[in-house]
């Protein structure tokens, strides 16, 4: 060993004493970050879902106990257990949003059920929807001397249609190829239109190597969906496993069961699978082959892709169809000269087989953004499919705004219904069930003659980009102009909560407002139906 003096000791010293505080910050660092990155990929026993989708519950009231922070917003005071009414303890979550004072009123309705009731005709109701005498200031930081307004009193009776009829659905079968955090935050979404239904799910995880498959399907299991859960990492696109779908789902299908396989993407959605049995799979002969699917509702999206069934819509086939195109999956995605899953489907279809795509209504690619009340507002048939809801525009209470059709009313859901102006004023009121509220006023002279007499509500409101560009006019047109925030006050569905009776939260925020006032703050609507 080489002889080394005391002198050079002490002056390297306080190098030694860096290098050893730089070592010992480097392995505290690589702990902590192994830590996360175990937790996150769910080595270290599998995480909660984060995506909590539209707040719906169906388990009892709100719990007590302490309120949910929120960035940007002061957590509201801890009250003790039974210091609040069940009402209040719903209205005081702090994962609303709301501000800590509201001004609130409520309407208890209940729902004549008819299978004569035309859900498509906008019902015309001269009373008032909501009663400025109702209307309460409530304070949610405290239940002191809170008294929520009651309803019962003068409940409010409208014509639905009858709820959907109950019955299962074992020959179908949906499948889904996607990444491992993708569909663990959309357990929610696909438990609202698949729990309880016995139709099967049948999901590819991309990166299924770096997770534990077998807690996932258990998750969805728990949700009441006949889920399984396959391992895939080669080849690494995600859009050729969604090609390979058509022979895993070939594969899993049940015989003399399964007769329609449905390939979605993981932000489809379906609110119910009886609008897509009954007015769509019902007209076609399961035994022959099928390709049934939707357009884009982007024209310039078609002249780019070509006609073909939109893989977001859902992509629909008979077992004829895919046994015919099953031998020569390889071949077709060599070839393919569009390399996604439903422009090589289209491809090979042509190429291999006679069958030729089945165009349907009520599947929607939703290749649109922004905001997209003008569509759920538009009084269009209940949709059977929407897409993009979570990733190009955000209407995360979809999930919970179906639960009016599923548990009162079948198809009411985005029914619509105009109501005179709230009493004591002069608006008109636009309710467009399980979505949204919409006050109109009086025109200004900039906008024109208000009320909604004024309005054309037989043409869609234009309110996402590119509406009047030209491209969306063959599958929403005729549109007409946005109204600005001056001649239209929206509360959105922000909540639901079903226990003995279906609670809807419609929220007009503060932020909102076309001139925000001192003092403002958040506006709440409460519509309370009879189950």
Same mark, same amino acid.
């Given at each position: 060993?080489?002889?080394?003096?005391?002198?050079?000791?002490?002056?390297?010293?306080?190098?030694?004493?860096?290098?050893?505080?730089?070592?010992?910050?480097?392995?505290?660092?690589?702990?902590?970050?192994?830590?996360?990155?175990?937790l996150r990929n769910g080595s270290g026993g599998l995480p909660k879902p984060s995506f909590r989708l539209g707040n719906h519950q169906k388990n009892g009231p709100a719990r007590h106990g302490k309120q949910k922070a929120i960035p940007g917003q002061t957590p509201r005071p801890d009250l003790k257990p039974g210091e609040c009414t069940p009402e209040m303890d719903f209205l005081r979550r702090q994962e609303l949003g709301l501000t800590e004072t509201i001004r609130y009123t409520r309407r208890c309705i209940r729902p004549i059920r008819s299978d004569k009731v035309d859900r498509n005709v906008l019902t015309n109701i001269s009373t008032p929807l909501v009663n400025t005498a109702t209307m309460a200031t409530i304070n949610l930081t405290s239940c002191a001397r809170t008294e929520i307004p009651p309803c019962k009193e003068e409940v409010l009776e409208l014509h639905v249609p009858n709820p959907y009829p109950e019955r299962k659905y074992p020959h179908l079968l949906f499948g889904v190829a996607s990444s491992y955090a993708r569909m663990e935050s959309s357990i929610d979404a696909f438990a609202t239109w698949l729990s309880g239904t016995d139709a099967q799910l049948y999901v590819i995880i991309q990166d299924a190597d770096k997770h534990f498959l077998s807690d996932l399907e258990q998750l969805y299991r728990d949700s009441g969906i006949e889920a399984t859960f396959s391992a895939k990492n080669e080849p690494p696109t995600i859009e050729h496993l969604h090609f390979l779908l058509v022979r895993s789902l070939l594969?899993?299908?049940?015989?003399?069961?399964?007769?329609?396989?449905?390939?979605?993407?993981?932000?489809?959605?379906?609110?119910?699978?009886?609008?897509?049995?009954?007015?769509?799979?019902?007209?076609?002969?399961?035994?022959?082959?099928?390709?049934?699917?939707?357009?884009?509702?982007?024209?310039?999206?078609?002249s780019l892709w070509g006609f073909m069934a939109f893989g977001g819509a859902g992509v629909f086939l008979s077992l004829p169809l895919a046994k015919e195109i099953e031998p020569h999956i390889e071949t077709c995605i060599k070839r393919a000269r569009i390399q996604s899953g439903d422009g090589i489907l289209k491809e090979c279809v042509y190429a291999y087989t006679r069958t030729k795509l089945s165009i349907v209504k009520g599947l929607y690619q939703h290749d649109i953004r922004g905001d997209v009340s003008g569509f759920y507002e538009g009084g269009l048939d209940?949709?059977?499919?929407?897409?993009?809801?979570?990733?190009?525009?955000?209407?995360?209470?979809?999930?919970?705004?179906?639960?009016? /059709?599923?548990?009162?009313? @079948?198809?009411?859901? +985005?029914?619509?219904?105009?109501? &005179?102006? !709230?009493? #004591?004023?002069?608006?008109?009121?636009?309710?467009?069930?399980?979505?949204?509220?919409?006050?109109?006023?009086? /025109?200004?002279?900039?906008? @024109?003659?208000?009320? +909604?007499?004024?309005?054309?509500? &037989?043409? !869609?409101? #234009?309110?996402?980009?590119?509406?009047?560009?030209?491209?969306?006019?063959?599958?929403?047109?005729?549109?007409?102009r946005r109204l600005g925030r001056a001649r239209k006050k929206s509360y959105k569905l922000v909540d639901v909560n079903l226990i003995q009776e279906l609670r809807q939260i419609y929220v007009h925020r503060k932020s909102d407002a076309w001139q925000i006032e001192e003092g403002a703050m958040d506006e709440v609507i409460e519509l309370v139906w009879e189950v």
């Open positions: 060993m080489p002889f080394v003096s005391q002198r050079t000791l002490r002056n390297c010293l306080p190098l030694l004493v860096f290098l050893s505080l730089c070592l010992l910050l480097a392995v505290t660092t690589t702990t902590t970050t192994t830590t996360t990155r175990s594969a899993f299908s049940t015989p003399d069961v399964t007769t329609w396989m449905g390939i979605i993407d993981d932000d489809t959605f379906l609110p119910h699978l009886y609008p897509l049995q009954t007015r769509i799979l019902s007209k076609f002969n399961p035994q022959k082959a099928h390709w049934i699917g939707a357009l884009s509702d982007d024209f310039n999206a078609i209940v949709p059977v499919s929407l897409h993009h809801w979570r990733s190009w525009y955000r209407e995360e209470g979809l999930p919970g705004g179906v639960l009016v /059709g599923k548990e009162v009313c @079948g198809g009411c859901w +985005l029914q619509r219904f105009k109501f &005179g102006g !709230i009493q #004591g004023g002069v608006n008109d009121m636009l309710f467009v069930n399980g979505y949204s509220i919409s006050e109109y006023f009086p /025109g200004t002279w900039k906008a @024109g003659p208000g009320g +909604l007499d004024k309005i054309d509500l &037989g043409r !869609i409101e #234009g309110t996402w980009g590119h509406a009047f560009n030209g491209q969306y006019d063959f599958s929403y047109g005729p549109l007409r």
